[in-house]
């Protein structure tokens, strides 16, 4: 089967500027999951949807961060302004089933550096 | 913070040696979850053990939990120069998501 595709796989933007990602989880996958990764550490949740409801994005800085799942398949996660902590590796993730409760299926990440 | 620990930061070893790794959290689980990082491949899904199981084997992979210290352990034995790596432990914390640790590097050396 097809994996969790992400595009951009790099993006340099400047502070303040905007930046929007996108990801196709596999088919059939009803939870989706945003991660930040910022170098030397582990995945951070920044929001969960289970089709195109949000489960939980109590770790999303909302003032700046925003994410939809139209029609419960694809998601865009936007920054907006951009500033210099942004700069992190942004993963997608799928699963059957909801949070911690099975395997979760990554992408490659979008590589987002701000300066 | 429900994040999980792992131990060693940083583990080298040489090709055909095993590895251990180990995995702190600090609140109750309904599982943990063991995923392997690196360039090529990205972030995989190695082992899932459940709250209720002690030990959980898959290939080269052996997984351990003890829920009464609130630890687990990764063994890889028999290492090769692609298990070179970053590994992390992630737990549910009895909630809806996954929390995942600060990871260990793992070097192979052939």
């Known amino acids: 089967e097809a994996g969790v595709a992400q595009s951009p796989r790099y993006k340099i933007i400047e502070k303040r500027q905007s930046v929007a990602f996108w990801c196709n989880p596999i088919?059939?996958?009803?939870?989706l999951y945003w991660y930040q990764q910022i170098l030397g550490q582990g995945p951070k949740l920044l929001i969960q949807f289970q089709n195109n409801g949000v489960v939980d994005d109590s770790q999303l800085p909302k003032d700046r961060f925003s994410a939809e799942r139209l029609k419960g398949v694809d998601s865009t996660l936007k920054i907006q302004p951009a500033k210099l902590e942004d700069s992190a590796v942004y993963l997608c993730?799928?699963?059957?089933?909801?949070?911690?409760?099975?395997?979760?299926?990554f992408g490659p990440g979008t590589r987002l550096t701000v300066t | 913070s429900q994040q999980g620990e792992e131990d060693p930061q940083a583990l080298s070893i040489q090709e055909g040696e095993n590895a251990t790794m180990n995995c702190s959290y600090k609140t109750s689980i309904n599982n943990l979850q063991w995923y392997r990082q690196n360039s090529g491949r990205g972030l995989v899904h190695l082992i899932l053990?459940?709250?209720?199981?002690r030990e959980k084997h898959s290939g080269r992979l052996r997984v351990t939990l003890d829920t009464s210290k609130k630890s687990s352990s990764l063994l890889i034995t028999a290492s090769r120069a692609a298990d070179t790596a970053s590994y992390f432990c992630a737990t549910d914390g009895g909630a809806n998501n996954l929390f995942f640790g600060t990871g260990t590097r793992l070097t192979v050396i052939p």
């Open positions: 088919s059939g996958h009803a939870t």
């Open positions: 053990i459940r709250s209720n199981e």
């Open positions: 993730a799928s699963s059957l089933t909801g949070g911690g409760f099975g395997e979760q299926y």
